[in-house]
């Protein structure tokens, strides 16, 4: 089910007046038929299931799994609340385009959507295996890619089959799916072979396809150095099949039966970025290596060649591949450090998305990971990725054409003290767009504005145990001056709904990639304990919270959908720029950290050339400073972002005093902390988190705060002994608030 269209969130304080004008700006009409229009999005998600014979789930043929969500106008800021009530319209059911995952639209105005099969939410047969549940590939199959026409309302067609050289794929079916703007193609990555497809956006025609397993391993550049390389080729066998009728176990439930391509020939997230100033295009790929799926061949290979990585081939100019032109952009960061883990999945789940900046003169790249393919069952908690393990990363582009990575965004509450290190909120479900900013007063989205927000898919965005903000946390505590997770524990308990599905914030709005204090053995406390990001964040679950009549609906509220939400595309209209400003190169005589400390620990630890270190000088002064992080530095907060601690620096604010991260004129190279450190780096001037000799407690940014840090004020996440977690409770407070306004609301049409 989907929600109707209305825009009374319970999770979102508005004033009287307020609230009116966003329930009368609604029309109807918009519900099913305007099209896509601009700021908002399209989502794809599991479509759920119904009970089959014998009372056992099935998948539901009926249920919905994409459609339209208007995230326009939300007429109030991001301050980590559930919107309940977002509109949704134009879905598409399982029985028309079976379960998919990738999702892009085109440049056409309005633009039409396009949609690829995917197994990322399992593989189903019937109870006999003698065929495919009704629901998993609608009209197509494992290989296709279907359309959803602007011109049509959006009515879903096959568009296109890929196959390669006509054998047609067995069940692993297909990645992600990019549009290439220059050219008028699509870019298809296939899970089975390795392959990436070029499509004819006008008629869907095969364009042929490019093998990175034998083209991009055997002659490319490395990114970071300009160095020429080369890996043995893997290449694809024919041959290989689904073991639909053979495998050893149950097939449904065996990953390792369903012909995924070998790791490091694994192609997931897809894009396109046209470089203006180059003159030429490129298509970005996200490789997938890992030892999951029985591919014990992978313990074997390479240290660089163990981890995910984002490469890119040249595009010629008739939009066909460069093979002369293969570039390994980067090697993704590190994200577990216990064996086990590693032995399991690799050094990090794979990125299934990739998105560009397209409207700035900054050049930005998002990547998006996911927690890998399983499938537990159909009535399994978290059946088809493993949970909090994923994160989305930002990536600039530095002025020799290498991209740095810059930061990470927190999605969700779920912070990982259950799970162990890293303590971050790791809960990307692997889709990652751009989208337009907003209205600073009225809170809608400006056109004006594009790229200014990220949204991101997410699971255990909320849920009982690591709960939103209650509906009135945000405006007392932004009053008082304290986190909103303290006030909630002061006002009867937080918003304890299930929220799976996206996550919307200020595109500034991210974190230090990997943080010292993330790795300790035990969970953080204090300030790094604070949820930074879901706390300035806009939380939409993709499942109908309230009824036709404007009621909360508690099993909607309660049912855990993570690891069934899928991808994210966010319609823009822009001119792209023509120049770009570049990501300064680092200091003479530091190295790039994101090369050599973009691993493991920072120092002396196993594997420690792999991760994201602590003394990075871009997070040297941590932007948020050591008082109140979401008041006082609130990126969108309550005094002028320009003389904030905005990391662009500010027209009164000194640049040789600024919080800067990139540092500036009249700071000490001496006293940076910068992870590489240098001749002159001194123990007792370093950032370790037991302080320092010369460190003054008062002035420290240490987790457990300072001298003068109001307690009162504190970020403790803890809530309190009143704290309910009762799901009447919140639903009580919903209807409550609805009902007051229901008269407002008669007449509002069901988006179905």
């Known amino acids: 089910m989907r929600r109707p269209n209305r825009l009374l969130r319970v999770g979102l304080a508005l004033s009287p007046a307020a609230l009116l004008t966003a329930l009368f700006s609604v029309q109807p009409a918009w519900t099913q038929e305007e099209p896509l229009r601009p700021g908002e999005a399209y989502v794809t998600r599991f479509s759920g299931v119904v009970p089959g014979p014998g009372g056992a789930p099935v998948l539901n043929p009926t249920g919905t799994v994409g459609s339209i969500i208007d995230v326009r106008t939300p007429r109030a800021p991001p301050l980590g609340q559930h919107w309940i009530d977002e509109p949704q319209r134009k879905p598409v059911t399982a029985s028309q385009v079976g379960q998919v995952f990738g999702v892009a639209l085109d440049d056409a105005s309005p633009p039409n959507v396009y949609l690829t099969a995917t197994a990322a939410f399992g593989l189903h047969r019937t109870a006999n295996n003698q065929q495919w549940q009704p629901g998993m590939w609608g009209s197509g199959g494992p290989g296709t890619v279907y359309r959803?026409?602007?011109?049509?309302?959006?009515?879903?067609?096959?568009?296109?089959?890929?196959?390669?050289?006509g054998r047609q794929n067995t069940?692993?079916?297909?990645?992600?799916?990019?549009?290439?703007?220059?050219?008028?193609?699509?870019?298809?990555?296939?899970?089975?072979?390795?392959?990436i497809h070029r499509i004819r956006a006008a008629d869907g025609g095969d364009l042929g396809f490019f093998d990175h397993g034998t083209q991009g391993r055997i002659n490319f550049t490395k990114a970071d150095d300009g160095q020429k390389a080369n890996l043995p080729p893997i290449a694809f066998d024919p041959n290989s099949r689904a073991r639909i009728t053979d495998c050893p176990t149950r097939f449904d439930n065996s990953p390792q039966c369903w012909n995924l391509a070998t790791s490091g020939r694994r192609i997931w997230g897809l894009g396109v970025r046209r470089d203006a100033m180059r003159n030429e295009s490129r298509l970005y790929y996200a490789v997938w290596s890992s030892p999951a799926f029985g591919q014990t061949v992978w313990n074997r290979v390479a240290e660089d060649d163990k981890r995910n990585s984002v490469w890119s081939v040249r595009l010629g100019a008739d939009g066909n591949f460069d093979a002369s032109?293969?570039?390994?952009?980067?090697i993704l960061p590190d994200f577990f450090t216990k064996p086990q883990d590693i032995a399991r999945a690799g050094f990090s789940q794979p990125a299934s998305d990739i998105s560009f900046a397209e409207c700035g003169q900054r050049p930005v790249l998002l990547v998006a990971e996911r927690g890998g393919m399983r499938n537990l069952g159909l009535a399994a908690q978290n059946p088809f990725a493993t949970p909090h393990e994923a994160r989305p990363l930002r990536y600039e582009l530095d002025e020799k054409g290498a991209w740095r990575l810059v930061g990470r965004y927190d999605v969700g509450f779920w912070d990982r003290s259950r799970d162990g290190p890293p303590f971050i909120r790791a809960n990307c479900a692997g889709g990652i767009a751009f989208g337009l900013g907003y209205d600073g007063n009225q809170w809608v989205a400006d056109p004006g504005k594009p790229d200014q927000f990220v949204w991101i898919t997410g699971d255990s965005l909320c849920s009982r145990d690591y709960p939103c903000n209650s509906p009135e946390a945000p405006q007392s505590a932004q009053q008082q001056g304290t986190n909103p997770q303290q006030v909630a524990a002061q006002q009867g308990g937080p918003d304890d709904s299930e929220v799976h599905g996206a996550q919307g914030m200020a595109e500034t709005a991210f974190e230090e990639v990997a943080p010292e204090w993330a790795f300790a053995p035990t969970p953080p406390q204090g300030d790094n304990a604070n949820a930074n990001g879901p706390n300035q964040a806009y939380l939409i679950d993709t499942d109908i919270n309230v009824d036709g009549a404007g009621k909360a609906i508690p099993a909607e509220l309660a049912r855990n959908d993570a690891t069934k939400i899928g991808d994210i595309a966010i319609y823009q209209v822009c001119e792209a720029p023509t120049v770009y400003t570049f990501?300064?190169?680092?200091?003479?005589?530091?190295?790039?950290d994101d090369v050599s400390h973009a691993r493991h620990a920072s120092h002396a630890r196993q594997s420690s050339h792999y991760r994201w270190g602590s003394h990075d000088p871009y997070f040297s002064h941590n932007r948020w400073g050591s008082h109140n992080t979401y008041w006082s530095h609130h990126r969108q907060g309550s005094h002028n972002r320009e003389r904030s601690h905005w990391r662009e620096g500010s027209r009164g604010h000194s640049t040789e005093r600024s919080h800067w991260r990139q540092g500036s004129r009249g700071h000490s190279t001496e006293r940076s902390h910068a992870r590489s450190g240098s001749s002159q780096h001194q123990g007792d001037r370093s950032h370790a988190r037991s302080g320092s000799n010369?460190?003054?407690?008062?002035?420290?940014?240490?987790?457990?705060?300072?001298?003068q840090h109001n307690a009162n004020r504190s970020h403790a996440r803890q809530g309190s002994s009143g704290h309910q977690n009762k799901i009447q409770n919140?639903?009580?407070r919903s209807t409550t608030t609805i009902n007051k306004n229901q008269g407002s609301t008669q007449g509002k049409q069901r988006s179905r």
Do not use: C, W
Request: aromatic residues 6%.
């Open 148 to 165: 959803l026409d602007a011109s049509t309302g959006y009515a879903p067609r096959v568009f296109a089959q890929v196959t390669l050289n």
């Open 171 to 195: 069940a692993a079916a297909l990645g992600n799916i990019a549009y290439d703007r220059a050219n008028k193609q699509l870019f298809v990555s296939d899970l089975e072979t390795g392959m």
């Open 325 to 330: 032109d293969v570039r390994r952009e980067f």
């Open 583 to 592: 990501m300064p190169l680092p200091a003479q005589g530091e190295h790039r």
């Open 694 to 707: 010369q460190h003054s407690s008062d002035r420290s940014h240490a987790r457990s705060g300072s001298n």
């Open 730 to 732: 919140r639903v009580q």
